[in-house]
């Protein structure tokens, strides 16, 4: 089984801003969605934002509109999260994560629920302090 692995986590002060990475050994097959995903201690992972590959179509939650975004390289066996303006509750285990039955809602989009996805990465920590 192939996992994902994510990258580019660090420790910014509120208002800074990271980058994250996720890296497949391959391009993902179209029709899927590629979702980030957090998880602060003692909590159960949360949907931040995700990309169907089929159109580029994004989403995010409402707690990170308009600071960040969603991207796929061209290959698109990488997908970034870039974060700006980050606030101490953006802190946690950053995961990112593949849905391939993306494709068979209604014409084909992205949710944010973890159940919903697989080949979960190790993560990458994301620690900002106020």
């Known amino acids: 089984q192939v996992h994902l692995e994510e990258s580019g986590g660090g420790s910014v002060q509120a208002g800074g801003s990271l980058r994250l990475s996720c890296a497949a050994p391959?391009?993902?097959?179209?029709?899927?969605?590629i979702g980030w995903f957090r998880q602060a201690p003692g909590e159960k992972r949360k949907g931040v934002a995700a990309?169907?590959?089929?159109?580029?179509?994004?989403y995010y939650a409402d707690s990170v509109k308009d600071r960040f975004t969603i991207s796929q390289s061209s290959t698109q066996n990488r997908v970034y999260l870039a974060m700006n303006g980050l606030k101490p509750e953006d802190s946690g285990m950053y995961f990112c994560?593949?849905?391939?039955?993306?494709?068979?809602?209604?014409?084909?989009?992205?949710?944010?629920?973890?159940?919903?996805?697989?080949?979960w990465g190790q993560g990458t920590q994301v620690t900002v302090h106020s």
């Open positions: 994560a593949t849905d391939p039955e993306a494709r068979f809602r209604n014409g084909g989009f992205c949710v944010l629920t973890e159940n919903s996805y697989e080949d």
């Open positions: 391959v391009s993902s097959p179209r029709g899927m969605c």
């Open positions: 990309i169907y590959n089929g159109n580029s179509r994004t």
